[in-house]
């Protein structure tokens, strides 16, 4: 599409703890409680939203210590707008950062949920059980 046409605008930045929750609610995401998200937001090291006509749609975001370890987190596109390669432009923006201000040593790594994980392939990540590693998580507060 071209860019006189195109309806949706990548700005850099975080949405509002409020926008933040709905997109992730919208996409079929966890929910996250509002103090949590309000920590969060303002530690992010790139955070990206696009928008439709205004409207918050979807976004992206690069959390870490800015020199050795970064991860991609709430990587998301409300539904309605899903299928148009609007994920895609969200990972172009987080990963041609990364390109530009990480290290070449750093290293990189996002929870692939589903088929997004072809995604996620197509800017260079892989299965990490393929490089003797494998992923963990823990859940605070849970027994």
Known sequence: ???LNDP???R???PSVEVFRRLRNDAGLSDKAPE???LALPNTWHGVVLH???EPIGMGRIVGDGG???QIVDICVHPAHQGRGL???IMAALT???ECRAPATAYVSLIADGPARFLYEKFGFADTARHDSIGMYRLMGAS
Do not use: K
């Open 1 to 3: 599409m071209d860019s």
């Open 8 to 10: 949706y605008e990548l």
């Open 12 to 14: 850099v930045g975080v």
């Open 36 to 38: 949590a998200v309000a």
């Open 52 to 54: 439709h006509e205004g």
């Open 68 to 70: 050795t370890a970064f």
């Open 87 to 89: 994920g895609r432009r």
């Open 96 to 98: 041609g950062e990364l």
